[in-house]
C-alpha cells in the first residue's frame, strides 16, 4: 500500500506538470483535485505492470529497456484517458482528441510521455533516494550470499555460538581507509576493537598499520600479532604504574614504543619519576616520546556511552591542563620528549561536524603551544569512522579526510603537525564478524519470541548501550537458506521484503532480562536452525564474558579461498571459576 501511495503521488506530480508545460494538453478539472488523482491512480497502476510487460516480451531488463516501454505506454495512456474523458467526467483532451486522432494530439501524447518519464524519475530520486539505491548499494555490500554456506559449516565442524571472521571484509576496509589516509599518515589499528591475535594481524596488515594498545594485555597481544614495539602506541585513561614501567624498561633497553598518549597531569608526574629513575635521556638513553590527550569538549554526533569526546567525559585534559602538562613534561630533565596532542571524539560517528570541530580545536592549540616547543610535529585524530547497517548511509573515512586540507590551511605552515595518525578499530573488523548461533525455543508471546544459544556473553552491545546487530536465518526449518536468491529478490521488490509478517524476537539464552537482540526479519524456525548476527566483529570477542559459566566462543578464521581456520578454541569448563 505503501509503495502504490508513493507511485500515485509521482504520477500525480508529472501529470500535474504535463498540463503545464504541454499546450496540446488540456485537463479542466478546476478544484475537483480527485480527478487528477483518478488519472495518476490509472498511471501507477499501469506502471506497476512495466518490468512484466517487459519480461513477457522477452527484452532484456535494462534502464534502457524499461525506459522506452514506460515511454510508450505512458503516450498510449494519455490517448486512452483522453478518449475515456467524456465517459468519466474528466476533462481531459489532447490537442482535437477526442473526436480527432490527428497529428497534434499524437505530437501532445509523444511530449506529454516524456514529460511524465522524465519528470517521475526526477520526483522518485527526491522524494525516495534510499528505496532506489539502498537495495543497489546493499548487494554490493553484503557478504552474506557469498559466506552463508562456509557459516553454516563453521557451526557443524567447530559448534555454536561460534565467531567466524570474514578475512577479505577486513582486507577491502583496509583498502577504503589506506586510500582515504594513505602514507605518510600513520595508522594504527585499535586493539580493544578485537583483541584476537589472527584478527589483530589481518587487521593491521590490511590497513598497513601499527597498533593502538591500552594495556600491557593488548601490547602483549600486538606482539603476538607481529608488530614491532615502534609501530605500537599506548593510551587510555586506565594505564597503570605497571603500564608505565613497561614501557619505560622497553625504552631503556632500546626497544621503545612509537609514544605514549597520556591522560592527566597526575599521569604525566608518575611517568617523569619513573623515567627518571631509569636514567631516560642520560647517559646515550633515549628520552620516552609522549602525547598528550586534548579532550575537545564537543558535542559528538553518537550514542552517549560513545561520545569520549565530550566535555564532560573522564577522557582527556582540558587546554590548561595540556599547557601545564608540558610544563611538568618539560622538567623531566630529558626524560620525556612531548611530540604532539592526541583526541578522540567518539565512536559510531553519525557526521563529521563534532569531529571537524576537534580537530579544528587541537590544531589550534597545537600551533599556539609549538610557538615555545618546535619539537610537537604530531597530531593523533583517534578513530570513530562508523559502521551502519547494510545499505544504510554512513559518513565512510574518505569524508572525514576530506575535512583536513581545509583545517590545516587555516594554519601558518610552520606551525602545522608535520606527522598525522589516526587509530580505526570498529572500521576494520565490524563488518567481517558473524557469531553464529542455534535455535534453542520458537514460542508466540503476542508475536513470535525465538530464543538462540548466542547473547550477551557473546556480543554485550545490545545490552550495554542498545546496539542494533541484524540477525539472518540460516536455515528455516532445516533447510539451508538460499541467500543469493533472497538478495536478487530484495533488490527488485525492497518494499515487499520488508513486510512485518516475518517479524520475530529474539532473545540470548542468558539469565538476564536485558539479554535482548531486538526484532527481526525471520523465516519459520525451529529448534536447532542456524542463524547469524550481521557486523559483530567490533567490541564482540573482546567483551565476551563467561558469565553464567559460559566458556567463550572459539573464533574461526573464513579466508578469501574460503578455508576455515580455528584462530581460538572454545574456552573449557575447566578454564571456568
Known amino acids: 500500500m505503501r509503495e502504490m501511495i508513493i507511485r500515485i503521488a509521482i504520477n500525480a506530480v508529472a501529470l500535474f506538470v504535463a498540463v503545464q508545460v504541454v499546450p496540446q494538453i488540456h485537463f479542466n478539472y478546476g478544484n475537483d483535485w480527485w480527478k487528477l488523482l483518478v488519472v495518476a491512480l490509472i498511471f501507477a497502476l499501469v506502471n506497476s505492470y512495466i518490468k512484466p510487460i517487459v519480461k513477457a516480451l522477452s527484452f532484456p531488463i535494462s534502464m534502457l529497456t524499461l525506459g522506452l516501454v514506460a515511454f510508450v505506454i505512458n503516450a498510449a495512456m494519455l490517448l486512452l484517458v483522453a478518449l475515456a474523458s467524456d465517459a468519466l467526467k474528466l476533462g481531459f483532451k489532447i490537442g482535437g482528441f477526442p473526436p480527432d486522432l490527428n497529428a497534434d494530439a499524437i505530437v501532445g501524447a509523444l511530449i506529454g510521455a516524456i514529460v511524465i518519464s522524465i519528470v517521475s524519475a526526477v520526483v522518485s530520486i527526491a522524494l525516495t533516494p534510499r528505496r532506489l539505491f539502498s537495495a543497489v548499494a546493499a548487494a554490493a555490500d553484503d557478504r552474506l550470499p557469498a559466506v552463508a554456506g562456509r557459516l553454516r559449516l563453521a557451526a557443524s565442524r567447530f559448534g555454536t555460538p561460534a565467531y567466524v571472521t570474514d578475512l577479505a571484509a577486513i582486507e577491502a576496509a583496509g583498502e577504503e581507509l589506506r586510500a582515504s589516509f594513505p602514507d605518510p599518515w600513520l595508522r594504527h589499528y585499535s586493539v580493544k576493537a578485537n583483541d584476537v591475535v589472527g584478527i589483530v594481524a589481518a587487521a593491521s596488515a590490511a590497513a598497513g598499520a601499527g597498533a593502538t594498545v591500552v594495556s600491557r594485555g593488548e601490547w602483549a597481544i600486538a606482539r603476538r600479532a607481529g608488530l614491532a614495539n615502534a609501530d605500537i602506541v599506548l593510551e587510555g585513561v586506565g594505564k597503570t604504574d605497571a603500564d608505565l614501567r613497561a614501557a619505560v624498561r622497553a625504552a631503556a633497553e632500546g626497544r621503545p614504543l612509537r609514544w605514549l598518549a597520556l591522560e592527566s597531569t597526575d599521569e604525566i608526574g608518575a611517568l617523569v619519576a619513573l623515567a627518571a629513575r631509569a636514567g631516560l635521556g642520560r647517559d646515550g638513553r633515549p ?291
Open 287 to 577: 628520552p620516552i616520546d609522549v602525547l598528550l590527550r586534548l579532550n575537545p569538549d564537543v558535542a559528538p554526533e553518537t550514542h552517549a556511552g560513545l561520545a569520549v569526546g565530550a566535555g564532560g567525559s573522564k577522557f582527556g585534559m582540558t587546554e590548561g591542563e595540556v599547557a601545564a602538562g608540558l610544563d611538568l613534561a618539560a622538567a623531566s630533565d630529558g626524560a620525556l620528549r612531548p611530540r604532539g596532542l592526541h583526541l578522540h571524539v567518539g565512536s559510531q560517528l553519525g557526521a563529521v561536524d563534532a569531529w571537524r570541530d576537534a580537530v579544528r580545536r587541537a590544531l589550534a592549540v597545537l600551533a599556539l603551544l609549538k610557538g615555545n616547543a618546535q619539537e610537537l610535529d604530531a597530531l593523533d585524530l583517534g578513530g570513530g569512522f562508523p559502521v551502519g547497517p547494510i545499505g544504510e548511509p554512513s559518513p565512510g573515512p574518505e569524508r572525514f579526510a576530506r575535512e583536513l586540507p581545509a583545517l590545516l590551511e587555516t594554519i601558518p605552515a610552520d606551525r602545522r603537525p608535520t606527522r598525522l595518525a589516526i587509530e580505526p578499530g570498529r572500521f576494520l573488523v565490524a563488518r567481517a564478524g558473524w557469531l553464529v548461533g542455534r535455535v534453542l525455543h520458537v514460542r508466540d508471546r503476542g508475536g513470535r519470541q525465538v530464543v538462540i544459544d548466542a547473547g550477551m556473553t557473546e556480543l554485550i552491545r545490545p545490552a550495554l548501550y542498545g546496539a542494533s546487530h541484524e540477525i539472518v536465518a540460516l536455515t528455516s526449518l532445516g533447510v539451508d537458506v538460499d541467500h543469493r536468491r533472497a538478495a536478487a529478490a530484495h533488490a527488485e521488490r525492497p518494499a515487499e521484503a520488508s513486510a512485518p509478517r516475518d517479524v520475530a524476537e529474539v532473545h540470548g539464552p542468558i539469565c538476564e532480562s536485558t539479554d535482548a537482540l531486538g526484532e527481526h526479519r525471520l523465516p519459520p524456525l525451529r529448534r536447532g536452525d542456524l542463524v547469524a548476527i550481521r557486523d559483530a566483529g567490533a567490541y564482540g570477542a573482546s567483551l565476551a564474558s563467561t558469565y553464567n559459566g559460559r566458556p567463550q566462543p572459539p573464533q574461526v578464521l573464513l579466508a578469501a579461498d574460503g578455508t576455515l581456520t580455528l584462530a581460538r578454541r572454545r574456552g573449557s569448563l575447566a578454564s571456568l571459576g
